[in-house]
């Protein structure tokens, strides 16, 4: 039996988790919707406010399908109730973000600005102290990932004097820049 695969999933109060034709299972709460289609494999049961999966071969694939779909599952109830947040730090001279209505715009020394409409339920705040950190939050854990490496992909931290966007408290190996020519 799968360790993560047998855990049983706690049901908050204010959720509601169907298990709807075929394997599809639809998590409903205070933050938004969610669903997931289990394989044909696993089976869910709901009861006593709580889920819990069992596979029905020990093969390989159930095996790793049970782990990942109880785990997804959580994920989602996890998700409208707390939500996921991820939160990202611009460094560089110029470099620098700002929201126009719900569309983020960035400031990475190219010569145009880069515009980012994010996906229906993500949404995207600047710290008003710290105007360098962006916050990337929502329910679904992979969508909110997602975008947040969508926003460093626009400027990955460089080696060398370290500018760029990277994750909060992410740590860049810095590289020794050109040394001086020595004289004869």
């Known amino acids: ?4 695969g047998k855990l049983p999933i706690a049901i908050p109060t204010g959720v509601t988790v169907e298990k709807r034709d075929g ?6 709460g205070p933050k938004g919707e969610l669903s997931y289609t289990v ?8 009861a006593d406010n709580t889920v819990t999966l069992t596979r029905g071969k020990n093969d390989q694939k159930d095996k790793s399908m049970h782990g990942l779909s109880r785990t997804l599952v959580a994920n989602m109830v996890q998700g409208v109730t707390k939500g996921f947040s991820k939160q990202l730090e611009i460094q560089g001279v110029g470099y620098r973000a700002s929201m126009q209505g719900s569309k983020l715009v960035l400031a990475l020394g190219y010569s ?21 950190i962006l916050t990337v939050t929502g329910a679904d854990k992979q969508q909110v ?11 990955k931290p460089e080696p060398y004097k370290g500018k760029g966007i990277r994750y909060l408290g992410e740590h860049i190996v810095r590289k020794a820049g050109k040394a001086a020519a020595k004289e004869k």
């Open 1 to 4: 039996m799968s360790r993560i």
């Open 23 to 28: 394997n599809l299972v639809a998590v409903k």
């Open 39 to 46: 394989p044909r494999n696993i089976t869910v049961q709901i």
């Open 112 to 132: 145009h600005p880069i515009e980012l409409q994010p996906p229906a339920g993500i949404q995207i705040t600047i710290d008003q102290e710290k105007k360098n």
């Open 145 to 155: 990932g997602e975008v947040a490496a969508k926003i460093r992909g626009y400027r």
